[in-house]
Each structure stands twice: as C-alpha cells, then as structure tokens.
C-alpha cells in the first residue's frame, strides 16, 4: 500500500457570536471526517465520489498533511505521518503532491510558468538552477506546451483554463511524486478537453507508476479513470469496490441514485431512482444511517442505528442494513 488512513477524522469548531457564548459553553463541531479508513495501492488511481459538501476534499488534505487531523493514523508507504512536523514534514512533501480544482487560483499570477514548475526543484533541493532550466523545459513537452522555450516565459493570464491545468500538472510531476491527489482537476475546464487532460494524468501514471486519490463528484470519470471507487457520504464512506462491482451491481442507494443521475445518450424506459433533499449539514447529523431521510428504502432500524461499511464479496464494501 501506498496510503492507508485508519479511523480518520477531522472536526471543525463553529465559532459563536459574543451572544451565543453568553448563554452557552457547549461546543459544536462540523465533522468533516467521522472516521475514513481507505487504502490506496501502489500504481492505483481510487475515486473518491459524493455531492459536495461530503468531505472528499478535506480528505484528500488530511491524507496530504495540509491540515492536521483530530483522530486517526495516516500512513504512507509504511511509515505513520500521523503527526509529522518541521523538516521531517518539508522532505516528504516531494513524494506527496497535489493538483488543485481550479487552475485559474492555482497559479501565482506574479511567477512566469516556467519558474512555478521550477519552483519545486529547487525548494527540494532537486536540481541546480541549469539543471532545474532544462528538466522544466522537458516537462513542458510531455504535457503538450510546445515550444517549451515560448510557454517558459509566459504568464498565467495568457493561458487558457486548460493550458494553465497542464501547467498545474506538471508542477505537480516535476519532483516524480508516489503519491497524487487530483481535487476535481477537470470540472472547470471545458468538456471537450476533459478526456485529454485524463489521458495525461493516465500518461503519467504509466510512466511513474504513480498512485492518484482522484476527488470528482462525477461518476462517468471516475468509470474512465479509476482501479477503485469510494463512494462518501456526509464525512463517512458507504461503498467501496472496484469500477465494474460499482457500476454493474451498486449496492448502497446512494451509489444507485449517482449512477441514474448520469446522463446517457439513448436512455431506457427504466425507473431513475432519485434523491429529495440535500445532505444534512456536518453539525447536526442525522442519527443512524446518515442518508436515512433521504433514502426511499430506509427501515426502522436505519434511525436508531449506523452502519458499518461491511464487506458483502471480494473487493465490495458496503455500510447499509439493505445488505447485513
């Protein structure tokens, strides 16, 4: 394995009003997190899809060390960075990289594309300027920004939303990670250019053997891209199984109502299961089942109590009373 997160959790204190804190001490938290644990093997791309708001993306921090969790281990390849700190934290950093969703935030506006691939490098300690000079201009062919030489010098602003995501992609490979995690790194970008932008990250993955935590609230790309899917809900995962148990027989309603969400192009006369509502907040969650007030099949034991994601054959999880 390259990552395992066990039990992992994050919780957010809600600040109060001067008001609220007069009257009350008792503290509330948005849980984000509520106890993940997910492998991610070597050479591996798993999905990890739900609505926003289910906590894909402060899990894919957590797992990153961008923020620090309130409960858990995480491990990466072998080793407990649960609570890695100072230099310890800085030299792992080469090993775990991350593509951002947006491409137009995600660049500095101020740095030549050129110097924010070649940033990483020279931080690590990696290459010398010359070397550095050359290894960028290397990356910026395999991302197809050719001629290199011209693309070094531009700015962000004279891009387009998909150059700038290839530019955010190779910063991101430039220090040859293990470990990647792509936060919706297609969703902003027009859907014509989707499948070349996947095709490069699958390029990459090939050539690095490279393993991707790849966050998207869409389920065709994670059928494109995926080993695995981790279907989220409300901080927890409720599926898990690799793209044809997902796809051909999905367990959890949750994963059936995404799936028929899916636009096709000569749909079938078939009952669309769907949901009504929105998912709860993090700090009033519901008790039992946390998808029961939306769920058309819930049962009276799905209010009283929640549960465990539960293996039902090789390689399929699942955490609903459907199936136990």
């Known amino acids: 394995m390259i990552l395992e997160t066990k039990d992992l ?12 804190r007069l009257f009350t001490r008792e503290m509330k938290y948005v849980k984000a997190i509520d106890g993940v644990s997910i492998d991610v093997r070597k050479g591996e791309i798993l999905s990890l899809v739900g609505e926003s708001g289910s906590g894909k993306t402060t899990l894919g ?4 060390r961008l923020i620090d969790p309130t409960d858990g281990r995480i491990i990466f390849d072998g080793r407990d960075i649960t609570y890695l700190k100072g230099e310890e934290l800085r030299r792992l950093r080469r090993h775990m990289q991350i593509i951002y969703q ?5 660049l500095n506006p101020r740095m030549k594309i050129g110097e924010s691939i070649k940033d990483p490098l020279i931080i690590h300690n990696i290459a010398s300027d010359q070397e550095a000079y050359k290894m960028v201009l290397n990356m910026l062919e395999k991302v197809g920004l050719t001629p290199s030489e011209h693309f070094y010098g531009l700015y962000p602003r004279s891009l387009s939303g998909g150059q700038r995501q290839r530019v955010a ?4 490979m430039i220090t040859n990670p293990k470990f990647v995690v792509a936060d919706e790194p297609v969703s902003m970008i027009d859907v014509s250019l989707r499948a070349s932008i996947l095709d490069l990250m699958l390029r990459f993955k090939h050539d690095l053997h490279l393993s991707y935590l790849f966050i998207t609230h869409d389920l065709a790309v994670s059928k494109y891209i995926s080993d695995r899917i ?9 599926e898990l199984g690799d793209v044809y148990s997902i796809f051909k027989k999905p367990l959890h309603p949750y994963t059936q109502a995404l799936i028929s969400a899916i636009p096709v192009p000569y749909p079938r006369r078939e009952k669309k299961l769907s949901l009504s509502g929105e998912i709860p907040s993090g700090i009033d969650i519901p008790p039992g089942c946390r998808f029961h007030p939306r769920c058309p099949f819930k049962m009276n034991i799905c209010s009283e109590e929640e549960p465990t994601l539960r293996r039902i054959e090789e390689g399929h999880y699942v955490a609903c009373f459907l199936h136990q």
């Open 230 to 238: 981790a279907v989220m809900y409300l901080a927890k995962i409720v």
């Open 102 to 106: 947006d491409p137009y935030a995600s």
């Open 169 to 172: 992609i190779a910063r991101a």
């Open 61 to 64: 921090k957590l797992v990153l």
């Open 9 to 20: 959790k994050k919780y957010f204190p809600v600040t109060k009003s001067f008001i609220e």
